[in-house]
């Protein structure tokens, strides 16, 4: 069983940064795709942004410019760094794992990100 494991949350002025790291248990370089996503009380979680195995990105639009995700295989961590963060960013953030295809078969815990303004 893969285990990917969150850290780096916490509580931030609106206009700062943070990142958020997430280890996997395995080899990143295994998973088709790695993202993160973000999750409100109550609420479906929502897709925040994607790496591919080759290097390939894809933010969602309400982040675009101001986070981005990346990898370090040596690691088999991958991060989410935030900027220019905003009130409503505040959320959980959850790490997933693509064995096969698009779809996450692995979730971490979570982290939880509160901005305050």
């Known amino acids: 069983q893969v285990r990917l494991v969150e850290s780096g949350g916490g509580s931030v002025q609106a206009g700062g940064s943070l990142t958020l790291s997430c280890a996997a248990s395995a080899s990143i370089g295994s998973f088709t795709l790695m993202g993160w996503y973000r999750q409100d009380p109550g609420k479906q979680r929502e897709l925040v942004a994607t790496i591919i195995r080759v290097g390939n990105t894809n933010n969602a639009n309400s982040v675009k410019g101001r986070f981005t995700i990346s990898r370090d295989n040596t690691k088999d961590t991958v991060y989410l760094q935030m900027s220019t963060l905003k009130p409503e960013n505040s959320a959980f953030y959850y790490c997933?794992?693509?064995?096969?295809?698009?779809?996450?078969?692995?979730w971490g815990r979570g982290t939880q990100v509160i901005v305050s303004s």
């Open positions: 997933s794992a693509a064995q096969w295809g698009r779809l996450p078969d692995y």
